[in-house]
């Protein structure tokens, strides 16, 4: 079974940096894109930011030059480095990937994958 877990959230004050990881473990035939999204009471969810397998990456304009995505594809993790926060940067954060998996159901199959969810908070 596939699934991505996450870490790293908690409490900052505004100015602060945290580090969000993500790993996806099952049985994985390939990853492309592993990203992070986040979601403030009473909003959207919203991309914040992803990067392919080959390293391009893109971010949401309100994190470019705080954030930082990087990964490791021989494990499938991802990271979230952030920097500067702000209180406006608080919300949970998800990681998602669309994976191409193997079932012994139904062989090869592709799916979006989203993590539990890790809360950050940013202080005033």
């Known amino acids: 079974q596939v699934q991505l877990v996450e870490s790293g959230g908690g409490l900052v004050q505004a100015g602060g940096s945290l580090r969000l990881s993500c790993t996806a473990s099952g049985s994985i035939v390939s990853i492309n894109t592993m990203g992070w999204y986040r979601q403030a009471p009473g909003k959207q969810r919203e991309l914040v930011a992803r990067?392919?397998?080959?390293?391009?990456?893109n971010y949401a304009d309100s994190v470019k030059g705080r954030f930082t995505i990087s990964k490791e594809n021989v494990n499938y993790t991802v990271y979230l480095q952030m920097n500067s926060l702000k209180p406006e940067d608080t919300a949970v954060y998800y990681c998602?990937?669309?994976?191409?998996?193997?079932?012994?159901?139904?062989?090869?199959?592709?799916?979006?994958?989203w993590g539990q969810g890790t809360q950050v908070t940013v202080s005033s």
């Open positions: 998602h990937a669309p994976i191409q998996a193997l079932s012994p159901r139904i062989g090869s199959y592709s799916a979006d994958y």
């Open positions: 990067i392919t397998s080959s390293g391009n990456t």
